[in-house]
């Protein structure tokens, strides 16, 4: 089954004014940035996380044009993390569409993504609220020192602790801030911030766990890159982890247990295959489900409302986008 | 003749406090940043943007902890720019001293790189001041897209347009910025906002073209980097500009107006010793020059101090690192 989530049709114009508003901050500066922008924008991303900010504006009652500005702020830091994330891993596909390091030189890569960093930086200061603005860029600091630690520290790494740190600094940390700084903007108590920043926590790091199990799971079609991408890079998630706890015996896993990589392509395909046959793939998604289960809960406090259920329902498309 | 600039004996403590800072801010992250910064810092940056922002704090009487905090955001984004600057060109040298690049590998020259953009974000951020906090991030914008420009399309181009326009972008900009927001902090008045914006923009020409001349005229033990790098790189700047004047019928000047690289190394020392033997290092010293006037007839409207006096004597350091 291949969930879908749709989008409320009051937050859908405003999902388009914020693609035009990324866009827009192009102009007058150097034309290719524009047109690489389009293609990373016609790739189809999801914008869950604008999605995650809008709604809990609806949610709150919270003020339209800040909230506009912070999920631009937040769509284009996720993008260039993602432009800069690319060329570090060398990958040449992303949701089927060629990255920009595929078909651009370093250098051209490197700056585009600095420069909607910057355009990012501007567009979080259009909030006018300091702590929204303080917030933002240390979870900018988080997001590229988990970047670090995953390139200096943890290739073939078997530690469930590294695992879950490392996908709250590279997908739950953004999440979070996403939610808490929306519920900031609406001026909500103290109280409601706290259990939409657990919201917006838990559901990044089911979010990242399905991914992760996508990466084993999914077909190429649906993730738009290569299955046992991760595997062959070095990268453990929890999938494996799972799988290394109920087979200590497997020799990959011993190598593995001594920090030597799967490096071996048949051995990488007897590995995913093992995984797959394995209950390891049932117990990431209800690792998952736990954390979905908690995005969840932490909404029970507010009264019902279609913003509210439309919440819901993205937590929902969360974990159903695997099966 | 080597001009040196002795930093006020009030200031060097204050630079000290900013550079604690820029370390301070890698804590808790991965080692290697740290390391990584602590050898940047090393390696004798000249810390003129923190220098202009401490001096025009003192000539206004602003704050101390937010001027602090605004002169370590700056440098730590010049730092950050230099380090994906050093990365794009492929520098191996800067002040005489290995690149980060040249030791790391490109994916850990761009997150440290990444990482200190955030960190300085944070610290513009810990200004608590709007204005400032956005002419901050524009700049960066302006900086990213002067890079951009550079990379794209200026190879081998004799525009004085373009080059006064890829200085500025490079480094009057943030000059400027330095200038403006340390005047916006010190709660000055608009008028001398302006004035003491046009101080920044005017010395940070100064400083450009200075350094490009350098690239022409400067010994490598001082200049840290191999002399004509910009020529070899095909980066036409103000000496080859003037020397295109007035020497039209040099072949190596016909294919540049026709958008020609000069490629062959021989040909590049001819046309460099060609440069040194006429006015056009004079022409282009002059130039500079009248940068550092505009600099000092901005200073006019201040009355005397300690201040006021060292920031006239950082614009005649500007222009006396050449004889």
Same mark, same amino acid.
């Given at each position: 089954?291949?969930?879908?989530?749709?989008?409320?049709?009051?937050?859908?114009?405003?999902?388009?004014?914020?693609?035009?508003?990324?866009?827009?901050?192009?102009?007058?500066?150097?034309?290719?940035?524009?047109?690489?922008?389009? /293609?990373?924008? *016609?790739?189809?991303?999801?914008?869950?996380?604008?999605?995650?900010?809008?709604?809990?504006?609806?949610?709150?009652?919270?003020?339209?044009?800040?909230?506009?500005?912070?999920?631009?702020?937040?769509?284009?830091? !996720?993008?260039?993390?993602?432009?800069?994330?690319?060329?570090?891993?060398?990958?040449?596909?992303?949701?089927?569409?060629? =990255?920009?390091?595929?078909?651009?030189?370093?250098?051209?890569?490197?700056?585009?993504?600095?420069?909607?960093?910057?355009?990012?930086?501007?567009?979080?200061?259009? =909030?006018?609220?300091?702590? %929204?603005?303080?917030?933002?860029?240390?979870?900018? =600091?988080?997001?590229?020192?988990?970047?670090?630690?995953?390139?200096?520290?943890?290739?073939?790494?078997? *530690?469930?602790?590294?695992?879950?740190?490392?996908?709250?600094?590279?997908?739950?940390?953004?999440?979070?801030?996403?939610?808490?700084?929306?519920?900031?903007?609406?001026?909500?108590?103290?109280?409601?911030?706290?259990?939409?920043?657990?919201?917006?926590?838990?559901?990044?790091?089911?979010?990242?766990?399905? &991914?992760?199990?996508?990466?084993? %799971?999914?077909? /190429?079609?649906?993730?738009?890159?290569?299955?046992?991408?991760?595997?062959?890079?070095?990268?453990?998630?929890?999938?494996?982890?799972?799988?290394?706890?109920? !087979?200590? &015996?497997?020799?990959?896993?011993?190598?593995?247990?001594? !920090?030597?990589?799967?490096?071996?392509?048949?051995?990488?395909?007897?590995?995913?295959?093992?995984?797959?046959?394995?209950?390891?793939?049932?117990?990431?998604?209800?690792?998952?489900?736990?954390?979905?289960?908690?995005?969840?809960?932490?909404?029970?406090?507010?009264?019902?409302?279609?913003?509210?259920?439309?919440?819901?329902?993205?937590?929902?498309?969360?974990?159903?986008? %695997?099966?």
């Amino acid at each position: 089954m291949i969930s879908t989530f749709q989008i409320p049709t009051t937050i859908q114009p405003k999902i388009s004014m914020i693609e035009r508003k990324m866009l827009s901050l192009t102009d007058g500066y150097h034309p290719d940035l524009k047109a690489a922008l389009e /293609v990373i924008l *016609s790739s189809g991303g999801k914008r869950i996380r604008p999605l995650i900010i809008l709604l809990i504006g609806d949610l709150l009652n919270g003020p339209h044009d800040q909230l506009i500005n912070l999920a631009t702020a937040i769509e284009l830091l !996720h993008t260039a993390t993602l432009i800069h994330d690319d060329l570090i891993d060398g990958s040449v596909l992303r949701r089927g569409i060629p =990255t920009l390091n595929s078909q651009w030189s370093p250098a051209a890569t490197v700056l585009t993504g600095d420069f909607l960093f910057s355009c990012s930086a501007s567009m979080a200061a259009e =909030t006018d609220n300091f702590e %929204v603005i303080k917030l933002f860029s240390r979870t900018l =600091t988080v997001i590229v020192n988990g970047e670090i630690d995953q390139l200096f520290s943890s290739r073939c790494n078997a *530690s469930k602790e590294d695992y879950f740190q490392r996908i709250f600094a590279k997908t739950a940390s953004l999440f979070e801030t996403s939610a808490q700084t929306a519920a900031i903007l609406s001026n909500s108590a103290h109280e409601q911030i706290l259990e939409l920043k657990r919201f917006g926590y838990s559901l990044g790091m089911a979010f990242q766990i399905i &991914d992760d199990l996508l990466d084993y %799971v999914g077909d /190429v079609s649906m993730v738009g890159k290569p299955i046992g991408g991760d595997l062959r890079q070095g990268l453990i998630t929890l999938p494996m982890l799972n799988y290394v706890d109920s !087979h200590p &015996d497997d020799p990959a896993v011993i190598n593995l247990l001594n !920090h030597k990589c799967i490096i071996d392509e048949d051995e990488i395909q007897r590995v995913i295959n093992a995984i797959k046959d394995t209950d390891a793939i049932e117990k990431t998604s209800n690792q998952a489900k736990k954390f979905a289960e908690e995005a969840r809960q932490s909404l029970s406090a507010f009264v019902d409302s279609e913003a509210k259920q439309s919440l819901l329902a993205l937590t929902q498309y969360t974990i159903d986008r %695997v099966q």
